[in-house]
């Protein structure tokens, strides 16, 4: 039961390259998310998607697009990286409805000089 | 934006002792409530969920609600050194947006 998975794990860019993180859900959960969490910040919403077909920013979400593939697939692209970006990227999921138990990827490092 | 202030820490408490986590949330629409444990280089895992005031239990683990003082709260009885972590606080106001405190690193010592 692999639950949530997120590649790469790690990864270093260049300021100005771009990147795409990408996350796999195999629990026919409806929503995922887009966090990044850095030291002393926690965990901060970047995107949201609730059902497959939509997305909505979260509260940083400058500098970031996301696509929401199908049901199990949730992509988080840079476009142009800059140092600020550098964190750890977490994905999530959870059923529809009241629940409030997100499910998380191991999460990806990413540096970016 | 919604704020949800924890105390960073790091707290600590020795072995067997009650660890008491506070955190208190801006937005008064917030419905919900959850506390998320993440051991150091790992992924948050929820331990507890809290809607309506007073305490809930589950186990060594009481979550504390006050909306009218926009506070919530996690006292761990009989701590163990397996306890030590982060404590992540986290508010939705309607099960699709999920914000999170900065955590409250907690240190059990044997």
């Known amino acids: 039961n692999a639950g949530v998975t997120q590649t790469p794990k790690f990864q270093v860019l260049k300021t100005g390259q771009s990147m795409t993180l990408q996350c796999a859900q195999d629990m026919n959960h409806n929503s995922m998310y887009w966090y990044r969490q850095d030291p002393g910040m926690g965990l901060r919403l970047i995107y949201y998607s609730a059902s497959e077909g939509t997305t909505d920013k979260g509260e940083v979400p400058n500098g970031y697009n996301v696509s929401r593939l199908n049901k199990r697939e949730f992509s988080l692209r840079l476009e142009s990286a800059a140092p600020s970006q550098t964190s750890v990227y977490f994905c999530?999921?959870?059923?529809?409805?009241?629940?409030?138990?997100?499910?998380f990827g191991e999460g990806s490092r990413l540096t970016v000089l | 934006q919604k704020e949800v202030e924890q105390n960073s820490g790091p707290l600590s408490v020795p072995e067997g002792a009650i660890a008491s986590l506070n955190c208190t949330y801006s937005d008064r629409g917030s419905q919900s409530f959850f506390w998320y444990r993440q051991y150091s280089g790992k992924s948050p895992e929820l331990i507890m969920s809290i809607y309506s005031n007073g305490d809930k239990e589950d186990g060594r683990f009481t979550a504390q609600l006050n909306k009218a003082s926009q506070y919530v709260s996690l006292l761990i009885r009989d701590s163990q050194p397996s306890d030590s972590a982060t404590y992540l606080c986290?508010?939705?106001?309607?099960?699709?947006?999920?914000?999170f405190g900065s955590g409250t690193k907690l240190n059990v010592k044997p």
């Open positions: 986290a508010v939705t106001p309607n099960f699709n947006k999920f914000y």
């Open positions: 999530a999921s959870k059923l529809a409805g009241r629940t409030g138990e997100l499910f």
